[in-house]
T-cell receptor, first 118, second 110 residues
């Protein structure tokens, strides 16, 4: 099976712009989560989507949003970019779709999108 | 929320040495995973191990859920083992939200 793919891999934007990142999960995986990694804050959870619904959201401002399509592909959007949004954005997919059966909870990560805000 | 602490923060080894990385967590967990972050930033799955012991080649992991810690063992280390190792946990009721530790930076010298 192909792994989690993310596009683009690198992105340079200026303050005030908006950006959309894309994530394609492993085939058959229905859950997609997004994480932000910065040197100062480490790896932090942004949100999780399952069946086109946001299941859980981390402690980020409303400028960060996402969505999931019927084929499980997901996008995240950051509006009004700030310098502090420069980070590696990682997407992860997971096979399962309910809160039971934790054996299917393993999360598999994509290569990430490195966003630089100037 | 759950706190995840890793130790040591940095570890420098000679090739061929063994090492143990530790992960302490503050609450009971439904999911605990170990990852290796490669130089390009991708998180590579090592183990899904909310409890018990697993082995994969030179790597093994043990989680003692009742005492809220997990250990990652690397035997006969190689230079390609260098990188940052993360553990991450999910608690009951938080769906699949992984809370990460701050990582252990491992450097294996030739």
């Amino acid at each position: 099976k192909a792994g989690v793919t993310q596009t683009p891999r690198y992105l340079i934007k200026t303050r005030g712009q908006q950006v959309t990142l894309s994530c394609s999960p492993i085939s058959g995986h229905r859950s997609v989560s997004w994480y932000q990694q910065t040197p100062g804050q480490g790896l932090q959870f942004l949100f999780e989507y399952f069946s086109e619904t946001q299941r859980n959201k981390g402690n980020f401002p409303g400028r960060f949003s996402g969505r999931q399509f019927s084929n499980s592909r997901s996008e995240m959007n950051v509006s009004t970019l700030e310098l502090g949004d420069s980070a590696l954005y990682l997407c992860a997919s997971s096979p399962r779709g309910s809160h039971r059966d934790t054996n299917l909870d393993t999360q598999y990560f994509g290569p990430g999108t490195r966003l630089t805000v100037l | 929320g759950i706190q995840v602490e890793q130790s040591p923060p940095d570890l420098i080894l000679q090739e061929g040495a063994n090492s143990t990385l530790r992960c302490n967590f503050s609450d009971s967990v439904n999911n605990l995973q170990w990852f290796h972050q490669n130089p390009w930033g991708q998180l590579i799955n090592l183990f899904y191990i909310p409890s018990g012991t697993k082995q994969n080649g030179r790597l093994s992991a043990t989680t003692v859920a009742t005492e809220r810690y997990s250990l990652l063992y690397i035997s006969s280390s190689q230079t390609t083992d260098s990188g940052v190792y993360f553990c991450a946990a999910v608690t009951s009721g938080s769906a699949r939200q992984l809370t990460f530790g701050s990582g252990t930076q491992l450097t294996v010298l030739p």
